[in-house]
């Protein structure tokens, strides 16, 4: 090791030169694990669609076993995981706060479970969807078990669940996992309602505050976003305002195309592709991109 | 573990509750393994790209040591995971037809195999047609070893094989592991000619009755879609019908464009970016947005 | 194992039919390796963003140990990686040169090393920009931590820097492996200011021979690309010259828009969503879609 | 590759020379899996000492769960290993008989699972008499979570119930596993009464035919052995026929003593240590090494 | 699943079975890790051994920063497996006392680092004298890298150094890991001197109230046990007495030799194999099996 | 992390204290790795046991590959070990003589795989013995598949070739990996003739310098040590000289005998069990424990 190395080790060392990106952890926080999160989407999945995922043998007879184990892990991981995701941005002593940090992660963990039926409800409307809007899809069990869009939408409404429980970090790195996998990227603030489908997806992205109604169908590349965004006094955005569409039920979005802003798209719509939309769509609106007028020239 | 916990694993465990969401595996039908489909995708590349893929040693006097055990271990992984594609949907009692699944599903893996130099042979072409295609890549090398696309390909043409032979799921599965890993979504049904490229690739959609010539390249966020599809007495979309287009040879899709229906785009014609196209295309046609008329006003 | 499996292995054994598809390596030069190079990104992440990646207990008594033990591991495989990255074209025989390129490929490494406060200091600044350029993010750390862009944007200031010192391959797979990952493809030969940042990301593609200024932002899916590019003598593209867009200081590019060819988009310019450009922009221009003229008829 | 290695590999692959050394397996009949027996012993912990392995928060609320869960597991991949030592000897085709080795597996494997409440009743008086017998243990929590003969006893009394199962080649491979882990090499024929323990334990050997009263006490180095077998017509050894101890009840060996043959040791004997025995001890006998003569001489 | 096994896995989830054998365990009290331990003894050789064991390429340059980080994740863990050995038994309820705990066992891993230069020195020690007592040692390096008896050594000091420390159960693993790797079980209560080696070593015993002196030499299968332990008034060994020998400076025992109880073996005794020693050896004495009388009868 | 820690990094960092414990290797000297020597013995046994270790599968069709494979990564793994175990003790600068270190390693190990066709006939003895030698065991399967003499021996063949072909250390490391997993010690300078057989095995030790005929039969437990050894000036021991017994052909030695020294045993000779031996024992004797007097007295 030479003396390049030796003192670029030196110059690194120095606190004022990583003091604004280096994380103030103590050493009793653990850091949210992207693998224990992982752990815990594939015993949501095992909960959620038995058989597809997890125990492919469980049956009538030990499905209260399995259920059973798999609550049981899920609780523990989680409520350790929504801890770490307390402890992220807390500038407070940890440690005088840790029972009460124990008790609600755990509160928090507990309230999530209870939501899993109604969690398993509605993605059984979302792979209902899949399977009649999609013309290659095979099966039911061939939508669950391979389709991205479920992956994606999973996330979210798991995500969704724990973000209303006021659970910080946590979420969005759940859909965040879902948009690498998947190229969907679905914010864990947003509203969606029942019988949601995404065909192919990669390249959607569906902002923070945005409202989607019942049985809406989306292609790849669309975006649900904002125009643009209120600045404070210092010139930096102001967090946490409306600023995405809300969309009615029944709506057909093409692939790429973008509707931003906080604008409504009505019930029954359909939008065609590689749009930009950013005014009111009425209800039963049909929109497409103005033909091409086959002037066949030189590009 | 509280009541709340106890009465959710109940409810859980209700069969009404999951029995359309729970996979109705015997315990000896193995569920198709993802981690083993990659081992099935690795082990090809290494049969298809020696040395870059696999034994980096491999040379002329041990090639047919490495292709044979190879082969050897693709045909038993391939044989398992195309009898649990075949069981996955299956409603019938798995063990009386065991022996007939088993024979089936290992001369359809042997009928694969026998394809590998002929998809080795189209796969160079592929690699011919990137380096071509592409000022930045630097060597044949480069684009086998790192392109994307050559990865989506591969996987294609592999799962294009598999389908061609009436493997059940499995192509499916082939297809969504190279979509996820490069966002580039080819379904296995669709059929595409040699020395085919896709530069960049992320969100490019290739549906499944889509026809491709010979010489064609795309770039990022072409979609070759469906424009709608016919529905059946009870409103569900017909499964299987023609309803993408048809693509000849030496066309050139720009980034982002859609192109959908079962329209005709002719040999040569080049179509630029960010078009929505759904009439058919002439022969030698260029196609491009209109220009923008740089009223630089206010957004 | 019947006939036509021997017979397929023995066909696929011969020389004339894997030779150009085949990688010459001798035993000795270790292939690239991407587990290697994802371990080199993430000790890289342990230094320039010490607590969030690496040991999170890491503390201003401890640092130096963490970043000494990270830099002698770092500088180890890195060497590696760069000697196996020199290797992978080279036709002659390794065996003579293998000190010298040992040197080499060190030295390489240690240049890299002593470029990290600098990359550090970069992409703090692009923290800052994607902070404040997303109402969604809650804290510098949550972007750290979760956002796909600033893994995008580190793994290419690692590669570029790479690149500029001459290393092969190695720095394409470096961004590969983020493309893979988010969906966000920029070539390591691009040139980019600081305080860059993407929001969601995916489908982005910045050319080899783009340049970007200072304080730029852009959404998904656009692209930097290339129009066209002229061919030499034998039709083959002419590979390493400039193509791609110089983009001015404090500019905004709105999702899906392709940005394409040498032109010069000036500094201040706002570039609307799903738009060509492939002509010049001035500075401070404001450019947006053609309005859809509400003629909501059938699509 | 040399001529040296090439000439190697032809010699090597003859079958004359490897017919004699090689398994006569095909395909279909996966080995014993070393790496599936461990998960199974560990399965069998978990069930038998719950808490102290496996999931360690289980409790009077979860237990149901997890006991369900882990038989279903255990019950799944004892049939798998089963079958796989019942076709490893097998000289007849295999899949003929697929479907009745299936099912004649399954049925063991339920019997066995029936077995472990008294395996569990039994074990607890060895643990028991560890604690007892060994001034150093702290605690039965101790003895149960580190003690190495805890675990030698536990995989011999799961493997003597299998092997009176008539399952052939797997109980030896369990009790081989303790054997390494240990050094405590007890033959899965071998019969052991409740209340057994072996203090340290590395070198003693319990043989095939050995028969075990209650409450008996082992040090380490102790031997059950055969003093001498007879030989067939040709001179090879007749397999399974009696040539092992029998020790009473409340008997106590002391460290590295040697007991051979057919012969009994009574009730209530003590053995001291270093000894050589070959014939019968009677009940209450108290055996010791002739003292040394304190003749203090050279070496 | 049939009835049968349901049957069973009710059985097993009774109580009334289970109370006996199960640990009574709440969620949060980690049980101490095999994993973490082996993952402490590696951290602890890189220290004790650098360059042998951890990254070989330490030099002075280095040491610094490999063992600030070595030294910061060993306490990190050893705290957490301290936290683990002290809940194991305690049937308080531990998160009244979850700040004292964590305080506590953080400070005995702080006492117990302290220690580890002299632990260093006393095993170089150890080294010399398995090198000089062994003709077939080539190198210290030798002995370092590849001798039983400095991995059992090794453990041995560290353990118990971490018992005179007052940690419960660790100790004791830490040997027993040893133990199952070398055959070697020494308590980590005996006493050892400085200049300690073990030839060979599988079956050696140090009991738990064994003091040894400096440069004793000790052969495979020597025993140093407890003759006899005194109960108390319910019958049970009284546990905690004295009952090991005491064995002086500059002693060599020969293979296979028992000695037992609290006898004494005076400096510079040589004790041959095989031999079953349970009175007082006296300074310089010379002890040796009795010659057989070379009557080479029948056995 | 306090003073006392900070304080115990420097002491244990300070040159002097850790200048003869530590190991003087440079960077590119990859250490002797345990995993690759373990998966080198994993090869071994698939090349010299086709079928129970590697790929069961493998049958007279496929067998050329899966050997031919095997062979080409065990040349290739084993040359780089030959050439760390050269480099373990080396003073020189290693990189001027890289190449030649290169090139001699891998002679040694071509000279070694054209030896595996003499050790697979070997070894096809000792099974043969082991078989015949005991009444417990079922088939020769069962002798290769979990006997640990066939490990400990096959460990002992391999280790003993690469020290005749002076390799340094590496031998030594195989047969410690023996000596872990099954209790037996065999060091590999020691020579042993065909139908070498082992019986249970713990505590068994072979020293460097002995010599054993063909036909002998060994239990647990026995010793062939070296009785006392020449000191040089420095009163250190000679190494390499002569001290272990020399072993006739049809030799049996019972469990926990200790033979001592350069002596010679005769051909057919029976050594019962716990016996001294440090004189020549003549052809065809009969040794046995003196009996003991059958005075049951207190012991």
Redesign the interface.
Known sequence: ??N??????????Q?E??K?????????????SIDVLKEIVQLSRS??????FG???????????????N???L??LLSQQIKAGMC??SSSDE?TA??EI?NKSKDIA?AF??Q??DI??K??TD?IAAY???????????V?????SIRAISNYRIAHALLQLDV??IP??IT?MA?????I?I?P?ATIGSYFTID?G??V?I??TAIIGTNVKM???V?L??KS?PLDADG??????S?HPRIGDNVII?????I?GTIKVGDGA?I??????DTDV?AG??????K??KS????
């Open positions: 090791m030479n390049e190395l030796l003192n670029t080790i030196k110059k690194l060392s606190s030169g990583y604004d990106v280096c994380h103030k952890q103590g050493k009793n926080d653990p850091m949210p909960i959620l669609f038995p058989g597809y125990d492919a043998g469980v049956n009538n007879n030990t499905m209260l076993y399995h259920i059973g184990v609550i049981d892990r609780h523990l992220f941005n440690s840790c029972n124990d507990t479970v209870t899993l039926p398993r409800e993605l059984h792979v009649n809007g999609d013309p290659a899809a095979k099966s039911f069990g061939e669950i078990f391979c389709y991205p910080p970090l969005r790195i965040e948009h690498s996998e998947t190229g990227d914010h603030g192919h990669t390249g992205v902002g923070e292609y790849q590349g975006t976003g904002a965004f930096n955005p102001i967090k946490g305002i600023r093409y692939s790429n195309s973008t931003l359909v065609g592709g590689n749009l930009w939309i009425p609106a049909k929109l497409a991109q103005k091409i007028d066949f020239g030189d590009k």
